[in-house]
């Protein structure tokens, strides 16, 4: 019993403080609203990094050139041509033929040498060891905590028949919103490691001359008779023929340049996020005249296409003309759609939930403060008519269950 009078006592005071600011001098038969200032907010960009930057090393392999080189592998050398004597024969009484002697070539002899050339100079190679990384997350705040007034349904115990009394105001807590962004974050930067690349030698054979060609001399003994004489005009000797030296051609591989590596720095990636920053509060202020009719449930007479929750070109241009006025007062607005029994009663559920967001959604594009606005859809729960499922109804009977209406709340 004391817990009931407590709840009335409170709830006295609550509609007593209430009707102390109610409009001065209302005119009979008009209707007024309690007109808020909402909340004026403003949107600020927050740049979270989600990747670190880091240090990514490019290698590049060591530069090589093949050069030609002409080496020698024969030596130059001489060999010994025999030139004979030439004679002459007079018709005398003389030797037949002087004592003489000839020459025998002794031909020179030829050995073999290996040389050994670096073909492949030393060199190195570079190997990536890559960045490693760890997760991470930062959470910010994109909505701080605020408050809006709501105001209780009228006590059905009360005996006023004046529909602004018993009720009171309630500034109802709304809790700030996080959101947490994952980051990859760098643990360990990339490196490299250095190996040794070996190089080779290859080997080639050369002939050189061992010994060099000579003559030897064999005397031939003078022969007498009483004939003619064949003296020796010019006497035999040997003449130098030159054998040029022989060359070959080889590949060689160098190294001009030795394996390096390139630091290249990748940036940081980042993400941004929108924060909705109080810029002014808002609170109650005057009461505002309202047509008595907009109290109620009026209709927007939009023709949604079958199954569309799609705002055609005429139902914007119906907004515009019979809500928008209305909105720009300062007024709050309740916008509810409702679908006829055929279908599921779910389909028609979501159905009409799209579509009073599609007309809310509208509005605030046009400039409407999302706060001035409250969408609802209530499928086939509120039929104006018999037409429930299982009933055979007309297409106009359907149709006037088929319908958007507004109307004006004490918000």
């Given at each position: ?344 009663k779910e389909s028609n559920q979501d159905l009409s939930e ?58």
């Open positions: 019993m004391r817990k009931l009078l407590l709840s009335i006592t409170v709830f006295i005071f609550g509609v007593s403080a209430f009707s102390q600011d109610l409009p001065e001098n209302p005119e009979p038969g008009k209707c007024y609203v309690r007109c808020k200032t909402p909340d004026v907010w403003k949107n600020q960009d927050v740049t979270i990094e989600t990747y670190a930057a880091y240090n990514k090393v490019v290698t590049y392999p060591a530069v090589y050139k093949t050069v030609s080189e002409r080496v020698l592998i024969k030596e130059a050398s001489q060999r010994l041509e025999l030139v004979p004597a030439v004679y002459e024969t007079r018709d005398v009484v003389v030797t037949v033929k002087e004592a003489s002697y000839k020459l025998e070539v002794v031909p020179g002899s030829f050995g073999s040498e290996t040389l050994t050339y670096t073909a492949k100079e030393d060199a190195s190679k570079l190997s990536i060891i890559p960045a490693t990384f760890k997760s991470g997350s930062e959470t910010i705040e994109i909505k701080p905590a605020t408050a809006v007034w709501q105001m209780s349904d009228k006590a059905p115990d009360c005996e006023s028949s004046d529909p602004n009394d018993c009720r009171y105001w309630c500034y109802k807590p709304i809790p700030s919103e996080f959101v947490t962004i994952p980051q990859t974050k760098l643990d360990v930067d990339a490196y490299t490691q250095k190996m040794a690349v070996p190089g080779f030698d290859k080997s080639y054979k050369k002939t050189v001359v061992a010994k060099e060609p000579t003559t030897r001399r064999i005397d031939i003994p003078e022969v007498t008779k009483v004939v003619k004489k064949t003296v020796m005009v010019t006497p035999p000797t040997t003449r130098v023929i030159d054998i040029p030296a022989e060359y070959s051609t080889i590949s060689k591989t160098v190294l001009v340049k030795d394996a390096w590596e390139e630091n290249v720095t990748v940036p940081a990636k980042y993400k941004t996020v929108v924060k909705e920053i109080l810029v002014e509060k808002g609170g109650l202020t005057s009461w505002k005249e309202v047509d008595c009719k907009l109290t109620e449930s009026s209709p927007l007479p939009i023709n949604w296409n079958l199954g569309s929750a799609t705002l055609t070109s005429a139902a914007k241009k119906i907004i515009d003309s019979r809500l928008l006025p209305i909105l720009k007062t300062g007024v709050a607005v309740a916008i509810e759609s409702h679908t006829d029994s055929r279908g599921t799209r579509r009073a967001l599609a007309v809310t959604n509208y509005l605030i594009a046009k400039g409407i403060n999302p706060s001035k606005l409250t969408g609802n859809g209530y499928g086939e729960n509120k039929l104006t008519n018999r037409c429930s499922d299982g009933v055979s109804c007309t297409e106009r009977e359907h149709l006037a269950n088929r319908r958007t209406t507004f109307r004006v709340i004490n918000q």
